[in-house]
Structure formats: structure tokens, C-alpha cells
């Protein structure tokens, strides 16, 4: 039986408030090292934890409340001036976050926390006492100087150190450790530090033993996401407002029927219908976009989470990185944060581990020993930008693709066609291993193809940047919201299908003089780019009645194409339903027409990955059927 029986609903408040103040100080503790005479900065991790600490003895928390106490009393002395900040003080200080997360987690499964370790409170008494010659960092963060040649180094303590960066960004509900177990401690001889950074960062905390998955599916066995969301009062009073104006306009709209029905069409009475239609559609219209608001939230959230991680990692690593935040104000749909959160994590880890060199190869390049990295989001449009940049040693796009072909993954040909973009795509291909090209290529790709998933999976799509010695830049564009998806419809006949405009470069017409036929391929010239031609007919299966008029250049991860189509009936912002009995292969939902008519969402990826029709269109599909050359 849960130790918090009848406390439930303050209990995941207090988790929810307190993990935000938790990454809040979190980042504040990595500000800190920066600027350690910050008084502004003590007084407010002070706060922090004087928040956590009481909202931890309300809930009889008493170990938290030890803890929280004892850090307290140091920051107390701090920021009064009695002590200064050291680095053995400030990773007793992070071990006690990371130790105050953990009981977090104990919290969340609904047990008290056990005691924290009686090292970790030694220390943490010995530095309130001024003993701060006897405090000594955590082994987990400690950062060796460099070994001698032969020597053994010390992959114990780096894996450790690893390990506590994972679960330092770890949401406070998976209430997992920051300790391996004890199988995984073991052998590592021969083991390269990129090897241990893979098994250890690699690790997502629901692979971790002991994990019986998130709260809401150990107690309900129902969605294991976060369904919960907070939205600003004055969104839900405008959403209020504009469902009482929809209603009046309802009543009058029913007014007007009535007096129709009843004999009456003069000229007053039509136009005040025209009126009162066009208020309508204006007003859920605004009650449509009030709605949208309510499920964005800042990305600042998600945000939090990261500079510690990156800091954890750099210091493991022996490296100099501050992590740059920028956009944090940037609104996203609250059901794709979470989704966001491990392709991010994989580009900052690539980015602190593969990207940035060591301080003193750093300087022998003439660059500052600190390295930045840059975590940015930005909205365009009706699309959210995320980069995630640094100024590293970048990659090469000719060793990516010597290394692909090494790897079998692509042919000789392939790889001479490929132009700077598309070689940098390669890192994203499933088996890119980096175990062989670590020091060569940078070592980019490590869960690269995971990342490209995801994003993919959220209808975005992302771009690679990179200059060699000057660094990389990972572009997302992702839409504002899934719940409401831009679509171009086109049409086979007279069945019309929606494809996404994220992917829609531009409309062609299509000429049958104007397609070549390369390597028993059709394609077409467009500003002296080859493209593929691909009939939508062939990718669904369905035969081709006539030869298509109209071609939708379409851009994905890995490549363009033309999708010939027979016509097509324009912009739609559909609003998706998802099929959930039963859901076709190469569709991703439906919507309807403001005509009425049901159209199917096409899933581009899924058709391209399946269909096996497009590697062998001929010319002559495109050809008119009276026979008749162009």
C-alpha cells in the first residue's frame, strides 16, 4: 500500500512543482560555476530549495527534508558570505540535486525516500562547517587529468560519471538511480571512452533494470504520457467568451431558419443570413485557434533540462562547454515536447561527445578551450525551428561517404552522385556505425537514425549543416501542431488524397517531352536537378487510367522526387483524425473537405519505404494513351 494513501492529488502536485524548481536550480547551479560571487544566483537556489524542503515536510518526507535542509544551510552561508564557492562545494551540491531527483522518484512510486548516502551528508556537513579542504567531489564527477601512455584508465568512474549525466535529465518519474548495476560495472577492459559514453548516455531510463514503466501505467495500466497540461486562465476566459458568442450567433442562425421556413426569403432576410454565417465561420474560426493555445507551452520547459546533462558530460569528458539557450519562450504543442525530449538529447550528447575537441586541441587550432553549444527554437510561419549548433570540428562529407561504402550501405555510383547534403544525411541511416569512424567522420550518427524517426514520426523533418574544423548545425522544422495539419490535396480521377505541405517544394506541370528516362527511371530536369518521377497511381497500387498532368515536387529527409498526380484541388489545413481499428499502410489519418467529402491523409514515408514501384517507372507511363510520341 502506498505511504501517501489519501494524498495523491497533492502528492503529484508537489512532484510536478518541486521537479520544476529542481531543473530550475539546476541550471542556476551550472550559471553559478560561472559566476560563483552571484549573490542574485545563491539567493535564488536558496529559494529553490527552501520551497522543496517544505513542500517535503508537508508530505513527511523526512529524509528529503534532511537533505533539502543540509543544502540549504550551505547556500545559507554562501550567499551570506561566509564561504565561497570551490569545486569540491559545488559537486557535493550537484550530487545532492541528483540524490533529491532520485527521491523524487521514490516519491512518485509512492514509497518515502531511503536516506541519502552518509558520504554525500558528511560532506555536505563538513562544508557548512568551513572544512571545505576536506570535502570531496563525487567520484562520479571527479575529472582525471590525463593518463600516461600505458596507463589503466580510471572506466569505472568515467561510466559512473556517465550514468549520473543520464539521470540528471531523467523526468523525476522514472525513479531510477544513478548506479549501474553491478553486471554492467564489470569488463569494460578494452573499452574506448566513446564505447562507455554509447552504453552509458545510450541507456533511456525505461531500459533500465528494476524500470516498471511510468506512474500512470503502473497504477491504471492505461497512457503512460504525461496527459496533464497548464494553461494560462486568460486562454480558457477566451475560450469562454468565444463559445457564449457562438451560442448567441446559434440562436439568431436558428431565428433566421425559422423565418425562412415559415414563407419569408426577401432580400433582408438573406443578407442577414449571409451576415450571420460569416460571423459564424469568424468565430469558430477564433475559438479553433483560442483551442490550439491552450495545448502550446513554452519549449523553455524542456528545455530546463539540459544544461546540466551537457555540463555533467563535458566534465566527464575533460571538456570546456557551455550550453547556450536560446528561444526558450518559443510555444510547441504540449503533446510533442515529450516526444522531443531524446532526438534532443542524442544531438546534444553527439554534439558535447563527437563534436567539440579538447581544450587543448582547441586552443592548438586557435579556437577558445570553451566550446558553445547552441540550443535555439524559433517559429516561421506556422512551422517551429529548433537548432541545436556547435562550434566543433564538423564532418567531412567525402569520409561519410567512403565510410558508407565501406559499410555497404550505399554503391560507388551512389556515392559519386551525392552532393554535400545528402552525404551528411548518411549519418542518419540505419547501421551508420560510429565504432569505426569515431576519428575520422567525428563519430556523428550515434542514434542519429532515432532521431531522424522521431522527427519524422512528428511530421518534420531535419537538415544537416557542417563545416569542417568551423562546426555543425542540426536543423528540426517542425508544424505548430499535430492536431491541425497543412495539406495540398491532389487528385487520381476524381478521388482526391491529401499529402503534407511541409514536403511540398512546388506544382509542375508535366509533359511528356519533358521526362528522361535514366537507368530504366523516369525523371525530369527541374533548374538542372535530375528528380525521380513517381506516379501516386503506382506508390497506392491502383492502375494508371491516364497519363498524369501535374507533377508535386516533394522534398524528405533523404531526398526529392516528383509525385505525378492528375490534378489537384488546392490548400486545405486539415484537421487530422487518427484511424485506430484500422489504418492502411501509407495512410495517416483522414479529413474532411469543406465540401463534405471524406480524403484520406497519405503518409509519404511510409509509402516510399514500402513501395517497391519506385524504382522501376518507365517513361512510357507517362506517356498520352493515344499512343502519340511527344
Not at 35 to 55: A, D, Q, S, V, W
Not at 238 to 260: A, H, M, P
Not at 292 to 298: E, L
Not at 583 to 590: F, N, T, W
Request: proline share 5%.
Amino acid at each position: 500500500m502506498s505511504d501517501f494513501q489519501g494524498m495523491e492529488d497533492l502528492l503529484r502536485d508537489f512532484l510536478v512543482e518541486a521537479g520544476d524548481l529542481l531543473s530550475d536550480v539546476d541550471n542556476k547551479l551550472v550559471d553559478l560555476e560561472k559566476t560563483p560571487h552571484e549573490r542574485g544566483l545563491l539567493n535564488e537556489i536558496f529559494r529553490g530549495f527552501h520551497t522543496i524542503k517544505g513542500g517535503a515536510g508537508f508530505l513527511n518526507a523526512k529524509e528529503l527534508v534532511t537533505l533539502c535542509h543540509l543544502t540549504e544551510n550551505l547556500f545559507d552561508r554562501l550567499r551570506n558570505g561566509e564561504l565561497e564557492v570551490t569545486r569540491a562545494i559545488m559537486d557535493a551540491i550537484m550530487d545532492a540535486t541528483g540524490t533529491v531527483r532520485e527521491m523524487f522518484g521514490s516519491l512518485d512510486r509512492g514509497i518515502q525516500p531511503q536516506p541519502a548516502s552518509p558520504q554525500l551528508l558528511e560532506a555536505l556537513r563538513q562544508a557548512i562547517a568551513g572544512e571545505s579542504g576536506a570535502v570531496s567531489a563525487p567520484a562520479a564527477l571527479v575529472v582525471a587529468a590525463p593518463a600516461a601512455a600505458g596507463a589503466v584508465p580510471d572506466w569505472g568512474g568515467l561510466m559512473q560519471a556517465v550514468s549520473l549525466a543520464v539521470d540528471a535529465f531523467a523526468p523525476a518519474t522514472t525513479g531510477t538511480t544513478a548506479t549501474l548495476p553491478a553486471s554492467e560495472q564489470h569488463d569494460l577492459t578494452g573499452k574506448t571512452p566513446e564505447e562507455i559514453i554509447k552504453m552509458a548516455v545510450g541507456r533511456r531510463s525505461i531500459d533500465k533494470p528494476g524500470y516498471q514503466g511510468p506512474p500512470a501505467s503502473r497504477r491504471e495500466g492505461e497512457k503512460a504520457r504525461d496527459n496533464s497540461i497548464r494553461v494560462d486562465t486568460s486562454r480558457l476566459d477566451q475560450v469562454l467568451n468565444l463559445s457564449g458568442e457562438i451560442g448567441l450567433t446559434k440562436n439568431r442562425l436558428t431565428s433566421l431558419r425559422s423565418d425562412i421556413l415559415g414563407g419569408r426569403s426577401d432580400s433582408d432576410t438573406l443578407h442577414a443570413l449571409d451576415q450571420v454565417v460569416g460571423q459564424l465561420d469568424l468565430l469558430v474560426s477564433d475559438l479553433q485557434s483560442a483551442v490550439m493555445k491552450t495545448r502550446m507551452q513554452p519549449i523553455g520547459r524542456l528545455f530546463q533540462k539540459y544544461p546540466r546533462i551537457a555540463r555533467d558530460l563535458a566534465r566527464a569528458l575533460g571538456k570546456e562547454v557551455e550550453l547556450v539557450l536560446v528561444g526558450e519562450d518559443t510555444e510547441i504543442d504540449k503533446t510533442m515536447i515529450e516526444d522531443l525530449s531524446d532526438p534532443i538529447i542524442h544531438l546534444i550528447r553527439n554534439a558535447v561527445d563527437h563534436g567539440i575537441e579538447l581544450p587543448a586541441e582547441r586552443l592548438a587550432q586557435g579556437k577558445p578551450s570553451m566550446s558553445a553549444v547552441r540550443l535555439e527554437a524559433r517559429q516561421e510561419g506556422d512551422h517551429i525551428v529548433l537548432l541545436v549548433a556547435d562550434d566543433g570540428r564538423g564532418m567531412n562529407a567525402e569520409r561519410l561517404r567512403a565510410k558508407a561504402v565501406e559499410k555497404g550501405l550505399i554503391t560507388d555510383e551512389e556515392a559519386n552522385t551525392m552532393d554535400e547534403r545528402q552525404s551528411f544525411n548518411l549519418v542518419m541511416l540505419p547501421g551508420f556505425s560510429t565504432k569505426d569512424v569515431a576519428s575520422d567522420v567525428s563519430g556523428r550518427g550515434v542514434g542519429m537514425d532515432v532521431v531522424k524517426t522521431n522527427i519524422q514520426k512528428l511530421n518534420g523533418s531535419i537538415e544537416i549543416k557542417s563545416v569542417p574544423g568551423a562546426g555543425t548545425t542540426f536543423v528540426i522544422s517542425l508544424p505548430l501542431t499535430l492536431a491541425i495539419l497543412p495539406v495540398l490535396v491532389v487528385r487520381l480521377g476524381d478521388q482526391p488524397f491529401a499529402v503534407p505541405l511541409s514536403m511540398v517544394r512546388e506544382i509542375l506541370p508535366v509533359a511528356a517531352h519533358a521526362i528522361q528516362e535514366i537507368g530504366g527511371r523516369a525523371t525530369m530536369v527541374v533548374r538542372g536537378e535530375i528528380l525521380p518521377m513517381l506516379p501516386l497511381s503506382s506508390l497506392l497500387g491502383w492502375p494508371q487510367v491516364q497519363a498524369p498532368e501535374y507533377g508535386v515536387l516533394m522534398q524528405t529527409t533523404e531526398a526529392a522526387f516528383i509525385l505525378a498526380v492528375d490534378s489537384f484541388a488546392g490548400r486545405e489545413d486539415a484537421v487530422i483524425k487518427s484511424l485506430e481499428d484500422f489504418r492502411p499502410k501509407g495512410v495517416a489519418g483522414v479529413t474532411t473537405l469543406p465540401n463534405g467529402q471524406i480524403v484520406l491523409i497519405l503518409d509519404m514515408k511510409e509509402l516510399l519505404a514500402d513501395t517497391t514501384e519506385q524504382r522501376g517507372v518507365s517513361r512510357s507511363m507517362f506517356m498520352p494513351r493515344s499512343g502519340l510520341a511527344a
